[in-house]
Every structure is written in structure tokens, then in C-alpha cells.
């Protein structure tokens, strides 16, 4: 073998250890965070609870025309329907908003609620709009709706999955966590969900009077994060429908927002954390 031949195959194996090694980094930048919370006792636990507001004038532009199986996804003919992004109650609280701990390494054993780790698909509409599934468990989906759905999930899990008849229930178990966005691609580009991935229990998500608790605390010094998804839309995106074939124009919005704030709990007490959240 001449030195030209000894050199070019230098070169090919000196490319091939590059890429290799480049594969290797981007292939372990994305692996997810392993989660190190650990189940234990808790003694003397305390409770964390609090109410998500809105402040100021609410969005009037949440509502999205429907224009595809009229029956099922319109059955009170309204002509639209709203896309749940922002729900404000009579008091001002803010539903739909994912509370958590986010630095507690130890702490009771998952309890989350069942609902919210199990899907439907209901008059054009995921239900409930926002879903908590504990890392390492099943998500159970189903629709109750006689047309093509299909759960989209992007995220933390990637899933395609139809749903051509009714209450056939599919399983799926979600070992990352993280967030995942859920969109139908039959056609009906309204429907949309979030969903989250959990390592640990203390999560929760605001009810209608945008009310939250997290239970059984360890005593300690904490950031509490409310999480929402958003509400601002910034135009539209195109995509298909699974069925037709067609492009169909889907609205986008803009990114989750989050506020955080510090607590200190300490043993069979009440801490109190309000958030206060607002277009600014």
C-alpha cells in the first residue's frame, strides 16, 4: 500500500470516528433526565394550596368556527366552538393551570387522579383538556364520537394513533417525562391538549375557580411553578387531514407561559401561594 492509499484511508476512518463521535454527543444530549425523587414516610407533611386569577380584560378570541361533522362536533348548532386555552370563572380564577414543585427530591408516593390519565374523545373535543400521567404508566384512550379521530402527541412522546370507531379503548405507557402536545389530524384542527409526564406527585391542576392544593408536603423550602399553557394567537400553520387528504389550516399559538414563586412549609400547616396572571 502506497502512501496516497495509507493517507486516504486515514482520512476515511478519521471522517468515520468523527461522525461516529458526533452521532454518539447528539444522541446523548437528547436523552431524557433521569429522575432521581425517591418514595419515602413523610412526617409531620404539610399542604401547599392557592388560587391561579386572571387579572385584567379576558381574550374574547378563543372561540374556533367548526366546519366538519357538523352533528358530532356541533350537535347545539352554536357554528363554533371554544378552543379551552383560556377558561376565567365567575370569580376570575384560572382553570386549566398545572401547578408544581419543582425542586423536591423526596416526598410521598404517587397519588395522582385516575381522570386525568385517561382520554376521550367527545363531540370534537379531548377531554379533559389537560392531562398529568405519572412517568412509567398508561394512558388510556378512547372516543365516543362516531367519525376518525386520531391523538397526535408531540413532545416527550410521539405517537400517531387513529381512532376510527367508537369507545375502542388504546393504551399507550409514557416512560419520558416531559410535555406533550396533542392535536387531531382528522380534520378537526381545534381540537388540542396538553399533557405532562410526571416524576413525582406533587403536581396539580386548578379546577374551575382556579383552586390547587399539592398534599403531604415535606417540610422545606420550595419553588411552586404555575404552568400555562397559553393563550395568545399567532396565525395559523397548515396540515392535512388524515381522511380527505387536504390541507387544512390549524391555529397556532403562542408559547406555555410560567410563573414561580417561593414557599416554606413546615410540619401539619397550610402554606398559602397565590399566583396572579395577566396579558402583560
Known amino acids: 500500500m502506497n502512501a496516497q492509499e495509507t493517507s486516504h484511508q486515514r482520512n476515511f476512518f478519521l471522517t468515520l470516528f468523527t461522525s461516529l463521535f458526533a452521532f454518539f454527543l447528539a444522541a ?44 358530532i362536533c356541533d350537535p347545539d348548532s352554536k357554528k363554533t366552538t371554544n378552543l379551552d386555552r383560556l377558561i376565567v370563572g365567575p370569580e376570575e380564577g384560572v382553570a386549566n393551570t398545572i401547578v408544581y414543585l419543582k425542586n423536591i427530591s423526596s416526598g410521598k408516593a404517587m397519588d ?19 392531562l398529568l400521567v405519572p412517568q412509567n404508566a398508561e394512558l388510556k384512550m378512547e372516543s365516543s364520537d362516531a367519525t376518525l379521530h386520531t391523538v397526535h402527541m408531540e413532545g416527550a412522546a410521539t405517537f400517531n394513533l387513529p381512532f376510527p370507531f367508537a369507545h375502542q379503548v388504546t393504551s399507550r405507557v409514557l416512560s419520558t417525562p416531559g410535555l406533550v402536545n396533542l392535536h387531531c389530524n382528522g380534520g378537526h384542527v381545534w381540537m388540542s391538549a396538553e399533557m405532562m409526564v410526571v416524576s413525582h406527585p406533587y403536581y396539580a391542576v386548578t379546577d374551575e375557580s382556579g383552586r390547587f392544593e399539592l398534599s403531604n408536603v415535606p417540610p ?10 397559553g393563550w395568545v394567537r399567532e396565525g ?19 408559547e406555555p407561559r ?14 398559602v401561594v397565590n399566583f396572579v396572571i395577566s396579558n402583560k
Not at 397548515?238 to 403562542?254: E, I, N
Open 112 to 130: 395522582l387522579p385516575e381522570q386525568r390519565r385517561h382520554l376521550d374523545q367527545k363531540n370534537c373535543r379531548y377531554i379533559p383538556h389537560i
Open 28 to 71: 446523548t444530549t437528547f436523552l431524557p433526565a433521569q429522575s432521581d425523587y425517591r418514595v419515602v414516610t413523610v412526617t409531620d407533611g404539610g399542604n401547599i394550596s392557592g388560587i391561579v386569577k386572571w387579572s385584567g380584560p379576558v381574550p374574547h378570541d378563543m372561540e374556533f368556527p367548526v366546519n366538519k361533522d357538523l352533528q
Open 236 to 254: 395559523k400553520e397548515q396540515t392535512y387531514d388524515v381522511l380527505t387528504q387536504h390541507k387544512v389550516d390549524r391555529p397556532r399559538f403562542a
Open 258 to 271: 410560567t410563573w414561580e414563586k417561593s414557599v416554606t412549609v413546615t410540619g401539619n400547616h397550610t402554606s
Open 220 to 229: 422545606g423550602n420550595y419553588e411552586v411553578v404555575a404552568w400555562h399553557e
